[in-house]
């Protein structure tokens, strides 16, 4: 079965604080897909990143950095000093070998000014 | 490069009548998808293209609801008739899809339908 959870539902952050997004995922396929995705409140998912399963290696991106580690099925997101405008819904997703994507159900940020 | 486009962004139509999305995806990707995100849940897929043919509809409830994507480019979603129950935003996302390669799915604004 694949499966991503997103246990946080929602999270209030003051401007400037670092926030980290909890992604944990379930497969039994040995080579998959990892993906980040903003919603904001406009509606369109806007991709962030894809991490493949044989690539362990944290990666950043100016503010944002992901840690993934297979050890605990985690993919976790990052925003440092976070600001006003990265309020968003943000989805975890898993693509295995059937390339149908399974979506978490989502974690509201909002960052207070 | 132009994104996924959808068409109309919003739609309210009562109850039994018909209503159809249209989507075109980016230019070059050969697989396209519909989803359906009901309010604070995460995208649900409907059906996916390779090319022309839908490869996975297994979600899609084909009572009502009917999808085609002729010449592999452009698709349409249609729902007839539509219930309460389909108030939601139906996403179109694109990727291109290589032997043994799985692309990343890159998403339209979506339509936000609201069933009277």
């Known amino acids: 079965a694949q499966k991503v959870t997103q246990a946080q539902t929602e999270i209030s952050v003051v401007e400037k604080e670092d926030v980290t997004l909890d992604c944990v995922y379930e497969t039994r396929d040995t080579t998959y897909y990892l993906f980040w995705y903003k919603q904001p409140p406009s509606g369109e998912l806007v991709f962030l990143i894809r991490?493949?399963?044989?690539?362990?290696q944290n990666e950043i991106s100016g503010r944002y950095s992901w840690n993934f580690q297979k050890s605990t099925s985690s993919f976790n997101f990052t925003i440092t000093a976070s600001q006003v405008v990265d309020s968003a819904v943000y989805f975890c997703a898993l693509s295995g070998y059937s390339n149908q994507f399974y979506f978490g159900t989502g974690t509201s940020l909002t960052v207070i000014p | 490069e132009a994104g996924v486009v959808q068409s109309p962004r919003y739609k309210i139509i009562e109850k039994k009548q018909p209503v159809a999305f249209w989507c075109n995806p980016i230019s070059g990707h050969n697989t396209l998808y519909w989803y359906r995100q009901n309010l604070g849940q995460g995208p649900e897929l409907l059906i996916r293209?390779?090319?022309?043919?839908?490869?996975?509809d297994s979600q899609l409830p084909k009572d009502r609801f009917s999808a085609e994507r002729l010449k592999g480019v452009d698709s349409t979603l249609k729902i007839q008739p539509a219930e309460l129950g389909d108030s939601a935003v139906y996403l179109c996302a694109s990727s291109l899809l290589t032997s043994g390669r799985r692309g990343t799915q890159y998403f339209g604004p979506g339509t936000r339908l609201t069933v009277l």
């Open positions: 293209y390779e090319n022309e043919e839908a490869v996975d």
């Open positions: 991490r493949n399963s044989f690539d362990e």
